[in-house]
């Protein structure tokens, strides 16, 4: 089992911005991939950055250019930085974890951090 512990949101103003950050309660040593995901009132659940074991990363339309995932797998932590928030990031952002071990597959998730860009 892997609890994920997230930090970093918080109210900002429009063109501001903030850094997430998410930590593993453990070493991992299976492959992993460790990215963000959001979910703002009354909309399904959206991936917005992965980075993947293997050193790529991926990022929504909606954030290119403006948010940036980075990993230490030494301190087995994942970041988001996001700079030009827009009122339309405004959710609660979730950390998320998938690993793959012994040819089973695992996802764990944070328990969700708010993030609030006032216009």
């Known amino acids: 089992q892997v609890q994920l512990v997230e930090s970093g949101g918080g109210l900002v103003q429009s063109g501001g911005s903030l850094r997430l950050s998410c930590a593993a309660s453990?070493?991992?040593?299976?492959?992993?991939?460790m990215g963000w995901y959001r979910q703002a009132p009354g909309k399904e659940r959206e991936l917005v950055a992965v980075?993947?074991?293997?050193?790529?990363?991926n990022y929504a339309e909606s954030v290119k250019g403006r948010f940036t995932i980075s990993r230490v797998n030494a301190k087995k932590t994942v970041y988001l930085q996001m700079n030009s928030l827009k009122p339309e990031d405004t959710a609660v952002y979730y950390c998320?974890?998938?690993?793959?071990?012994?040819?089973?597959?695992?996802?764990?998730w944070g328990q969700g951090t708010q993030v609030t860009v006032s216009s």
């Open positions: 998320n974890l998938q690993l793959w071990s012994m040819g089973s597959a695992y996802e764990y």
């Open positions: 453990r070493t991992i040593t299976a492959i992993y991939d």
């Open positions: 980075y993947t074991s293997g050193g790529v990363t």
